[in-house]
Structures are given as structure tokens and as C-alpha cells.
């Protein structure tokens, strides 16, 4: 059963650091999210990822953040200088077609900024 | 804003005891509600899909249901492999984005 993967599974960083978040989605699937967990609270909305661009992004994602679709198959994301309260799951999840259509995860990166 | 809020927070269950989930929403324009479950440290996978008021998807041992207001996640006759956190999600008409409620953290006792 195709599969949403992520790598690496958990990233140590030093705050200040850049880090790339690398995802690989379902091959077929036309749009690509992030999603944040941190620990013990809900699952947080980041970016949408559509036609190489992005289609959405919430208050969250600000210009520390990016995205990139860098071939025909890995989806990354990139802080650019973390943050301590970045620390958190990062999870990619893609979907066949966007507004309503079911949305696959990976199984996410932890993320741990010192 | 969308707002998704589920209850009870946590529910502990004897195996077979069945019971069910609630997710409440308030949304403008329900686009599609949907039910994950989460393992500890692992990705959301997904369960069930709804879309308009009255109806019903079946998985195995687990039910959901949706009206205008709220959708129930009935789980019968449990057993502890079910102990899992469960997640609410819902799209609206104009986002491309997934609004989660903060879960119900299931556990199945043998």
C-alpha cells in the first residue's frame, strides 16, 4: 500500500540552525501539506502545496519557513533559523486532489531545537 | 474561525465495553469531517471520510456518524489494540487545510 515517508525521523538542532524537514508522497497525489504537533497539544495546519507553489499557509508559517518541491518526488520543508518553540513533530501529508479529498500522513520528524 | 472540540478528553473502557466519541464543529461550510487515529509518536492515519448530515461509515469495530453540528465515533465491543488517540479533522469550503480537534485518548483495558 503506497506510503507518505519522511526522513530524517528525529532531527537535533541547535537554536539558530537551519534544518530541512524532507518528505516523500504518495506518487500519484497532487497536493502537500505540513502539519506541526507539539507535544500534548492538536495537530496545527502549516502550509498547502499545490502546481509548485503554495496554495495556503496559516499565521504559523512565517517567513522563517519554506517549501519546495525540489524534483518529482521529495516535498521539503526548511526552517531557517529555529527556534526553541519549534520543537515539535513535523508531519507531511499528501492527498489525491484538495478541498475535501483525504489527507495521508507520514509518520513525522521530531524535531528538537537546544 | 473553524473549531473542532472532542470529548470526552480520555476514556478508559474494559475490552468490550462500547461507547462512543464526540467531535463538535463549527465551520463555515462543512466541506468534508474527517476521523483519524494517532499511535503514540506516529502520523495521523485515516479512518473515515463524511460529508453531509446522516451519514454513516463502518470500519471493523468502529462506526462514525455525522449531523450539523457534530459527529460520533461509536467504537463497539472494543478491544485493546484499539487504545489509540483519536482525531476529529474538518475542511471547509474555503480552505485547503485540515482543522484538528485536540483528540480523545482511548485505552482499552483487557
Known amino acids: 500500500e503506497p506510503e507518505v515517508t519522511q526522513t530524517p525521523s528525529h532531527q537535533v538542532t541547535q537554536m539558530g540552525q537551519e534544518v530541512i524537514l524532507r518528505c516523500v508522497p504518495i506518487?500519484?497525489?497532487?497536493?502537500f501539506y505540513w502539519y506541526r504537533q507539539i507535544l500534548g497539544q492538536k495537530v496545527e495546519f502549516l502550509v498547502s502545496?499545490?502546481?509548485?507553489?503554495?496554495?495556503?499557509k496559516s499565521e504559523i508559517f512565517d517567513d522563517q519557513f519554506s517549501v519546495e518541491r525540489p524534483d518529482g518526488s521529495n516535498f521539503t520543508l526548511k526552517i531557517r533559523s529555529t527556534k526553541l518553540e519549534d520543537s515539535a513533530m513535523y508531519f507531511c501529508?499528501?492527498?489525491?486532489?484538495?478541498?475535501?479529498?483525504?489527507?495521508?500522513f507520514g509518520p513525522g520528524t521530531r524535531l528538537t531545537v537546544t | 474561525e473553524d473549531q473542532v472540540t472532542q470529548s470526552p478528553e480520555a476514556l478508559r473502557l474494559q475490552e468490550g465495553e462500547s461507547s462512543s466519541l464526540n467531535c463538535s464543529y463549527t465551520?463555515?461550510?462543512?466541506?468534508?469531517l474527517f476521523w483519524y487515529r494517532q499511535d503514540p509518536g506516529k502520523g495521523p492515519e485515516f479512518l473515515f471520510t463524511?460529508?453531509?448530515a446522516g451519514e454513516e461509515k463502518e470500519k471493523e469495530r468502529l462506526k462514525a456518524t455525522l449531523t450539523k453540528k457534530e459527529s460520533f465515533l461509536h467504537i463497539t465491543a472494543p478491544k485493546p489494540e484499539d487504545s489509540a488517540t483519536y482525531l476529529c479533522a474538518v475542511y471547509n469550503n474555503a480552505g485547503n487545510m485540515l482543522t484538528f480537534g485536540g483528540g480523545t485518548r482511548l485505552m482499552v483495558k483487557p
Open positions: 463524511l460529508y453531509s
Open positions: 465551520v463555515s461550510g462543512l466541506r468534508g
Open positions: 501529508a499528501s492527498s489525491e486532489d484538495g478541498q475535501g479529498w483525504e489527507q495521508y
Open positions: 502545496f499545490y502546481n509548485n507553489e503554495i496554495s495556503e
Open positions: 506518487s500519484n497525489h497532487l497536493y
